[in-house]
């Protein structure tokens, strides 16, 4: 069973650059979430759609957006990427708001 | 003040411990929680559910005190491979916002 499968899985983009982060879940899930986890600092929400056709914000969305193109795939996109975006990025599903969420595993950025 | 507080450690114990972690939570309307465990740059990994009676699952066993608003991880006969971060995580129905806990570091040493 693949879960939640997240490309690529490590990234050097450049400042300014642009790049968008691919999850894709198989478990038919309706929730689906971007996490960014930077050390001493647990994980953060950035963005989550609850289910297929919405999406809102977490608590740093700032400098993302997010596209949820069907209810298997959940993209982050940087448009204008900054060295403060340097960070490892999770993708993560659930069956609803009170199941637990099931992790990809991550994509590690580092922007110059 | 985050809303899931857990005491980060390190919790530094031999082989064969038994070795408790708590985490509090402040949000009243929290419904459910889990344990995941997070090793070293990967990805966080659900642990157990946690329900108001109590929970076991080998050596692992999970408790909810709803009174005193905080749950419970108990992991008996540690092993070296429990090395690990362990985060708790509350969500109240309807939030679709988890709260995660920062997380708590379990070294196991022989």
């Known amino acids: 069973n693949a879960g939640v499968t997240q490309t690529p899985k490590f990234q050097v983009l450049k400042t300014g650059q642009s790049m968008t982060l691919q999850c894709a879940q198989d478990m038919n899930h309706n929730s689906m979430y971007w996490y960014r986890q930077d050390p001493g600092m647990g994980l953060r929400l950035i963005y989550y759609s609850a289910s297929e056709g919405t999406t809102d914000k977490g608590e740093v969305p700032n400098g993302y957006n997010v596209s949820r193109l069907n209810k298997r795939e959940f993209s982050l996109r940087l448009e204008s990427a900054a060295p403060s975006q340097t960070s490892v990025y999770f993708c993560?599903?659930?069956?609803?708001?009170?199941?637990?969420?099931?992790f990809g595993d991550g994509t590690r950025l580092s922007i110059l | 003040r985050k809303e899931v507080e857990q005491d980060p450690g390190p919790f530094n114990v031999p082989e064969g411990a038994t070795v408790a972690f708590n985490c509090t939570y402040s949000n009243s309307a929290s419904q459910s929680f889990f344990w995941y465990r997070q090793d070293c740059r990967k990805e966080p990994k659900l642990l157990m559910s946690v329900y108001s009676s109590g929970n076991e699952d080998g050596r692992f066993t999970a408790q909810l005190n709803r009174a005193s608003q905080y749950i419970s991880l108990l992991i008996r006969d540690s092993k070296l491979s429990d090395s690990a971060t362990y985060l708790c995580?509350?969500?109240?129905?309807?939030?679709?916002?988890?709260?995660f806990g920062r997380g708590t570091s379990l070294i196991v040493h022989p």
């Open positions: 993560a599903s659930s069956e609803s708001d009170r199941q637990p969420q099931h």
């Open positions: 995580v509350a969500l109240s129905g309807g939030s679709y916002i988890p709260t």
